[in-house]
């Protein structure tokens, strides 16, 4: 048994048999060699994604926080198996997909589909609103004259565009618009779940607005699940009922969105949360703030025990040995991964400032 | 109040483009007072980097057009100095942080030697000696560890925050008056945030320096700014102190950011958006750029055919609104300030 079996038996017992669940991924790890030399030998590993459990219900929203490079994309991608696993078990509806090859994967990919970030990349230039939007359709053959036709207006209406945008080119369209495209083409084929690549961030505040509105309208028309991956915190926690945090490659902390932001036990989740400026000049000065020294280290060569004991301000030799598993400690309901869990609230107003 | 260290008066700039002209920035005029923050916040397209680096000399020309208007540095118009002139001035007395650091430093370049060229280029009679003791004193002020060994590294052996850091030092080294910083932050992620912040902190209490914060981040702004410009449809729309602005916004455009915005510390059911898309510069609404997303107008004919002028509020009008009916909007609005809204400003 792996650790993280180990792990999932003790904590998730109960949840082992969710009807409910529709998504359940089990010590997923994916490694990328690095090669080097001129007969491309292998001389190590990035580690994006380095055993990570997680379980997703029908319907609800689980988001996925982290910064550049701890693997969130990695781990959304590895998941609909645009990358291969290196190793652990995908389980969708009840199906192991992990070892599924392309022809398998065609009735999973009708079912989950994905949205990324920069709607300027993700549209094909040459193709029409109506083409992006049929290709789906097309390519699991059920775009059929008239009937198709109608579906691609009744899809472009769905997101709030106008059936007659279907014969424009992206180009013509503005940041949010094409995200609504993007969105439409993913709703093509009635999916169960998107998985949400920072689906938000290359829009302005105004438009995203607009976007995450949509999201979480068409979810509640469709009964869709998202796993939604970003870095934004505050639309992360509009959007989740439940939140992952993420560091180098493993998750640090999850929980019910309440008490991920209202409660957060992992020094990491404190940090980041402790970091965001609030849009607010009354609480200058008023928030704990945490600001941790030095960057993130190389996923290729991460640190031994405890990932973030690099920067943690209350690392101790253990951390150094012994990596913390993700399960309920410290009189805390939720999963965190650190031998020293307690609760700290960084968005309480603290009065004048307190440590920096 | 002392005299402006830069005055921007009547700045307009075009672009000439295949599709027509841009109206990138219009008739945009703001002080800059020795030792302030002021920040210049705006979605994409407001004209909030291309009114200030108009200023310096930094936009191409052709296809961009300095139409009118004055940019006052010390009584003096950067617009009609000659290059020479400006690149005096550029670097030396104003300097910049750019959004991305890799792309603004020498790659081939340590980032001491990098630094020291900074100064010897507007101190010619520097020796390499004094000017590495003071590169290395200027890392030390931004937080790069170990300066002394670091100062002979090159860019790209530099992590994304330490290459900030960097450049921030290379903005300090010949005592600034004016700062400008443009999206100083965006490509970073938050933890490496809250490190430049504070470092931008340290280099204002070095220099004492002007800063223009030209950012989207309205954190950034609530956290660093004290009086704040808010630019739409590249004209300014609203300016004031960041209390004001935040706490009793007086343009619909402001309020409507405000409450946009998904809050970190409390639970929302439905975000609320402005409606419709930002104006096309090639081709801006007529009257107001903002009334087709405005919920305030109510179709009110004003809104479609005249331009609302700059106007002041309050005590001595340092609280400017471009909106034919601000005083309707002071009445009816509630304040949009998150957490907090309550306690009095300090």
């Known amino acids: 048994m792996s650790q993280a079996e180990t792990m999932l038996a003790a904590t998730e017992a109960s949840s082992l048999r969710d009807p409910s669940e529709i998504l359940r991924v089990e010590g997923l790890v994916k490694h990328f060699p690095i090669k080097a030399g001129i007969f491309k030998r292998t001389v190590g590993q990035v580690q994006a994604v380095d055993g990570v459990d997680l379980a997703i219900r029908q319907g609800e929203t689980l988001g996925v926080v982290g910064e550049s490079g701890c693997g969130k994309t990695t781990l959304g991608r590895t998941i609909i198996k645009l990358l291969e696993p290196t190793a652990g078990r995908i389980i969708f509806e009840g199906q192991d997909i992990t070892r599924f090859k392309r022809r398998q994967m065609r009735s999973v990919r009708r079912d989950v589909q994905i949205i990324f970030q920069d709607p300027y990349a993700s549209l094909n230039p040459r193709m029409t609103v109506r083409e992006i939007v049929a290709e789906p359709l097309r390519i699991h053959g059920l775009y059929r004259g008239g009937e198709g036709k109608r579906r691609v207006e009744e899809l472009l209406r769905t997101v709030g565009l106008s059936p007659e945008h279907a014969n424009r080119f992206p180009h013509e369209f503005s940041g949010g618009q094409r995200q609504r495209i993007g969105v439409a083409r993913a709703l093509a084929l009635n999916p169960k779940m998107l998985v949400l690549d920072e689906p938000v961030s290359a829009l302005d505040v105004s438009i995203q607005a607009q976007v995450v509105n949509l999201l979480v309208q068409l979810q509640n028309e469709f009964g869709l699940t998202y796993l939604f991956i970003a870095h934004d915190l505050s639309v992360v926690r509009h959007i989740s009922d439940r939140v992952a945090v993420m560091y180098l490659g493993k998750l640090v902390e999850t929980g019910n969105r309440r008490e991920l932001y209202e409660t957060p036990m992992h020094p990491y989740t404190q940090a980041l949360l402790s970091a965001v400026p609030i849009e607010s000049p009354n609480m200058r000065g008023k928030r704990k703030r945490i600001v941790l020294t030095g960057d993130v280290p190389s996923p290729a060569n991460p640190p031994s025990g405890c990932r973030f004991r690099t920067r943690c301000w209350k690392a101790q030799d253990i951390c150094a040995v012994e990596d913390p598993e993700l399960k309920p400690r410290g009189g805390g309901s939720h999963p965190v991964a650190c031998h020293f869990a307690e609760v700290m609230k960084p968005l309480d107003v603290v009065g004048q400032a307190a440590a920096s | ?346």
């Open chain 2, 1 to 346: 109040m002392p005299d402006p260290v830069l005055s921007v008066q009547g700045l307009t700039v075009e672009f000439k483009t295949e599709d027509g002209i841009v109206h990138a920035v219009t008739d945009v005029s703001y002080d800059l007072f020795p030792g302030e923050t002021l920040g210049v916040v705006g979605e994409s397209g407001s004209g909030k980097s291309v009114s200030v680096m108009s200023m310096l000399g930094l936009i191409p020309i052709p296809p961009g057009k300095i139409l009118s208007g004055q940019a006052l540095y010390k009584g003096r118009d950067l617009l009609t100095m000659s290059k020479k002139e400006i690149r005096e001035i550029r670097g030396g007395q104003v300097a910049m942080i750019f959004q991305d650091p890799m792309t603004s430093l020498n790659p081939v370049l340590t980032i001491g030697d990098q630094i020291a060229e900074a100064i010897q280029v507007h101190h010619p009679g520097t020796s390499d000696a004094d000017a590495r003791k003071r590169v290395i004193h200027l890392l030390e002020v931004v937080g790069v560890p170990s300066a002394e060994r670091r100062y002979d590294q090159y860019p790209h052996e530099f992590s994304g925050g330490m290459r900030q850091r960097a450049m921030i030092a290379m903005s300090i080294a010949n005592d600034p008056q004016v700062l400008i910083a443009d999206e100083p932050t965006t490509a970073l992620d938050v933890t490496i945030q809250a490190q430049i912040i504070e470092v931008m902190r340290a280099a204002q209490q070095e220099t004492h320096a002007a800063i223009v914060l030209i950012t989207h981040d309205l954190g950034l702004i609530a956290e660093l700014a004290d009086r704040v410009v808010v630019m739409y449809g590249g004209r300014v729309v609203e300016l004031g102190d960041v209390y004001t602005i935040f706490n009793s916004p007086r343009h619909p455009y402001t309020v409507g950011l405000m409450s946009s915005l998904a809050r970190l510390d409390m639970d929302q059911e439905w975000l609320k958006p402005i409606p419709g898309q930002p104006p096309s510069l090639l081709n801006r609404p007529p009257g107001c750029s903002f009334h087709p997303r405005c919920e305030f107008s109510q179709g009110r004919a004003i809104c479609r055919t005249e331009i609302p002028p700059l106007r002041g509020f309050g005590e001595g009008g340092a609280h400017l609104s471009a909106c034919h009916f601000a005083e309707e909007l002071a009445a009816q609005h509630v304040s949009t300030a998150p957490v907090g809204a309550g306690d009095a400003s300090s």
